[in-house]
């Protein structure tokens, strides 16, 4: 961003200000251009005070810097309101619908908020001694009881940190088991309609994925299956529901194929809101799950995380989990709750601590405020969001899969593309209404995906005003496609050179 300079003639400076001033949403309020905070840097300016008597001189000469850093010299006020208003230009879910397919952006209770900042809980030291962290570690020990109980599954570990830090624990896991029965399989078959993490953990695991192509109703058929599954196969991954939002009604005659083989069946369950309180997948033959807590259960991550991505065997696996386990014993008539590493058999430590305590926190907040009951609607409104968006907008854009939608349905840009318009055009035009774009491009099997996940915490009327838009777009991609060529036009940001962007990369200011 280039230094405004001062004009001497007041009117064109008086111009200048009143198009600063009317920039979106200039209309409904005031909107201000946010210079960089070098460029609000003034010398001599500061927004500290202390006394040089109290400074520490006797750093070795060598460790001393030879010149001040570069940094801005600015008041308190400068700083407050520069990331103030950095912060207003914000998109989160606490501001408006945010349909990313296949991430779950669902609204945070605040209440997960309030558990989470228990000073018991926010500061507690991962090194404090297992006897006064009692509380913390039944926290965790309770809510893999909880989670246990939502899947079906015998064990599990909270570790990983991320849901493709999951996947590799389970991969690792499953490699695990495979060299303890010396068994030297080198394949993991992964339908075409899987999480796109999924190849990446194989590899890190030391595996070769093989690619299952899907049928045309978009799900694994065991024929399909059959003309890959050989005694090499360590594992198949599914996703389930898979990413084009459809359940795969197979999979119990899928896992036992790979088990009469000898393998093994992974799950991805980033998409387990779907399936809460209505199945168990652990009794559909799966043999390791993950679990998102940062989607499924109402821990935020619009701004890229922290996540928890625990990990459910079944007792075949249970050995090789990561330690430490969370164990429950007597100890003086009351239970007492350790973190306990005696496991031979253990593929290790996934991480320095214990999982992200603080997500695990909100987690368990929001499965014990929602109970049995209140995670089956859950679901239920998910499944109902998915169907009423799918069903206002089919015809108007094409929808590639005919089977009925589980909590996310998936659209192209096939209709629209017939004016110019591609899928990214659609979305960056989405933008101009308010709404943050669906997840574009993927699944790769649908070419110009639009993948849309509304949640269960979308009311009907938000809902509605989406697919308005998004009727209102697709009108616009016949009559002015020039409109949609040059979207977003209200945004603080207009259409952006991305590909410029990448190869002209600036990761130092100079001024």
């Not at 005070?49 to 000469?61: G, I, M, R, T, Y």
């Not at 998102?292 to 050995?319: Q, Y």
Request: one cysteine or more.
């Amino acid at each position: 961003m280039k230094k405004s300079q001062p004009s001497p003639d007041n009117s064109e400076t008086s111009s200048q200000l009143k198009d600063e001033l009317n920039a979106f949403p200039g209309t409904i309020g005031h909107a201000f251009r946010e210079p960089l905070i070098f460029e609000r840097s003034r010398p001599g300016r500061s927004g500290y005070s202390f006394s040089a008597e109290n400074v520490d001189v006797s750093l070795p000469k060598e460790l001393r810097r030879s010149a001040a850093p570069l940094l801005p010299e600015v008041s308190e006020p400068d700083v407050v309101r520069h990331y103030t208003r950095l912060s207003q230009w914000n998109f989160s879910i606490d501001t408006n619908f945010y349909p990313l397919g296949s991430c779950t952006m669902k609204y945070n209770p605040k209440v997960n908020e309030e558990v989470a900042n228990y000073v018991g809980f926010a500061h507690a030291h991962p090194y404090l001694p297992g006897e006064i962290a009692q509380g913390n570690l039944e926290l965790m020990y309770q809510l893999e009881q909880a989670l246990l109980a939502i899947t079906g599954m015998d064990a599990i570990t909270l570790q990983p940190a991320a849901g493709a830090h999951g996947e590799l624990a389970g991969i690792l896991m499953i490699k695990a088991y495979h060299e303890a029965h010396q068994s030297q399989r080198k394949k993991v078959l992964i339908p075409d309609s899987a999480h796109g993490t999924n190849p990446a953990s194989c590899a890190m695991a030391g595996f070769k994925a093989v690619e299952i192509k899907t049928g045309k109703e978009g799900i694994l058929t065991p024929e399909a299956l059959n003309t890959v599954l050989d005694d090499d196969v360590a594992a198949i991954m599914l996703t389930n529901p898979n990413t084009l939002g459809i359940f795969e009604p197979h999979i119990k005659e899928i896992c036992q194929m790979v088990h009469d083989k000898g393998g093994l069946v992974y799950c991805d369950g980033a998409n387990l809101n779907a399936l809460l309180g209505q199945t168990l997948i652990g009794e559909m033959g799966v043999d390791v799950l993950h679990m998102n807590l940062h989607k499924t259960f109402t821990t935020p991550h619009g701004g890229g995380g922290p996540g928890a991505g625990p990990v459910a065997v079944k007792k075949v696996l249970e050995p090789y989990l990561p330690i430490p386990r969370i164990t429950k014993r007597e100890k003086d008539g009351q239970p007492f709750y350790e973190l306990s590493e005696d496991r031979p058999q253990s593929i290790g430590r996934l991480q320095s601590f214990y999982g992200n305590f603080g997500i695990l926190v909100r987690a368990y907040t929001y499965i014990r405020e929602m109970g049995a009951a209140g995670l089956k609607q859950v679901s239920d409104g998910a499944v109902l969001n998915a169907n009423y968006i799918r069903k206002r907008l089919e015809g108007t854009f094409e929808l590639p899969y005919k089977q009925d939608s589980m909590h996310e349905v998936v659209f192209s840009d096939k209709k629209q593309n017939a004016f110019g318009v591609k899928t990214m055009n659609i979305a960056k035009r989405l933008m101009d209404y308010g709404f943050h774009p669906p997840t574009v491009y993927f699944p790769l099997i649908v070419a110009g995906a639009l993948m849309i996940e509304p949640t269960e915490t979308e009311s009907k009327e938000t809902l509605d005003k989406f697919c308005d838009a998004m009727l209102q777009i697709a009108k616009e991609a016949e009559t002015q496609p020039e409109l949609l060529h040059e979207a977003p036009h209200n945004t603080q940001q207009k259409l952006l050179d991305e590909a410029y962007a990448v190869k002209n990369l600036k990761l130092r200011y100079r001024p």
